[in-house]
């Protein structure tokens, strides 16, 4: 992601929150903790299924 395209999604992700910077870093921190569940679960599958045993980095 270039640098143009990251500043103009923050433009997009402030404009969202009505200008609001704290409600924007708040989204963007809400979004983050949902993603990091997401990737916990995938480890916790991939292990079950004994792929983390295999591969190594199987998720990476």
Known sequence: MSLRSKDTA???????C???L????????LINEHLEAE???AYAAA???????R???VLH
């Not at 292990?47 to 045993?53: I, M």
Request: proline letters at 0%; glycine letters at 16%.
């Open 10 to 16: 923050i433009d997009e992700i402030v404009a969202s």
């Open 18 to 20: 009505n200008g609001d």
């Open 22 to 29: 704290r409600g924007a870093v708040r989204a963007l921190l």
């Open 39 to 41: 990737l916990a679960k």
């Open 47 to 53: 292990a079950d299924q004994g792929l983390a045993e």
């Open 55 to 57: 591969g190594g980095s």
